[in-house]
């Protein structure tokens, strides 16, 4: 049975680090010209795959908003509380991420929680943090020499992989699948760069991000076999 008093939620929301491909240096934009073709063989029109892809690219992107979550557990009851970390300059965002993290991780057995938290937010977390010159916490400062299955992650989608490799399913479509009414009405992933960037509306998406947090803590509950959270027993704070 997972322990989720033991998990840190978590959800990242990342944008390209520019509004145009026109403000990458030269040398950046050779390399992202490079990056394109691989990704759209047959679209020259590089600026137009910069807007639609570098977001996802830890090295043309950035994070705008960590979502975190944790679990209290009362008399075999949870409820979750979200914290949301944004702002538009990203090392102090990275900086604030860290020490949460060094405070929370300082028991045992304690790791990481969300949905392809292992190939998407926790690496992004990890470059995005060396390109910025911020200290990673010390949770994640030797992932290099750690088997696998020895890393701090729990990972949703892993877990309904059941040992397959080529499967991927979006946290919609396994909230979906598991009867988990989803709290996101708004945007979808596919919007956050436009809305950040041509809407100027970082609320909009933290709101969004928390939602996601929300939604991962409720398949938890269901993987565990345990009733769905209700409104009241999920609070977010400053």
């Known amino acids: 049975m997972i322990k989720a008093e033991n ?6 929301e990342t944008v390209p680090i520019y509004k145009s491909y026109t403000e990458l240096g030269e040398n950046m934009q050779k390399l992202w010209d490079r990056k394109s073709q691989k990704l759209e063989p047959e679209n020259t029109n590089t600026e137009a795959t910069f807007a639609k892809y570098a977001g996802i690219y830890a090295e043309f992107g ?8 944790y679990f209290i557990k009362k008399d075999n009851e949870y409820t979750l509380k979200i914290k949301t970390l944004s702002g538009h300059d990203e090392k102090p965002l990275l900086e604030e991420f860290a020490t949460v993290c060094n405070k929370f991780f300082k028991g045992s057995d304690k790791q990481f929680c969300g949905h392809n938290i292992r190939e998407f937010d926790i690496p992004y977390i990890c470059r995005r943090s060396f390109i910025n010159q911020v200290h990673l916490p010390g949770i994640l ?13 729990l990972d949703t989608l892993q877990f309904w992989k059941f040992g397959e490799y080529k499967n991927f399913t979006s946290v ?23 809305v950040y960037w041509q809407e100027n509306n970082l609320e909009r998406i933290v709101k969004y991000c928390g939602k996601d947090i929300v939604t991962v803590g409720q398949i938890l509950m269901r993987l565990n076999g345990m009733k769905l959270m209700n409104e009241q027993e999920i609070t977010y704070i400053d």
């Open 7 to 12: 998990l840190l939620l978590i959800d990242i």
């Open 62 to 69: 950035k994070i705008i908003c960590i979502g975190l979550g």
């Open 141 to 153: 400062t030797d992932l290099q020499n750690k088997k696998p299955w020895e890393n701090p992650m």
């Open 172 to 194: 919609d479509l396994l909230s979906s699948v598991l009867h988990i009414p989803t709290p996101k009405d708004d945007i979808d992933g596919s919007e956050v760069a436009n």
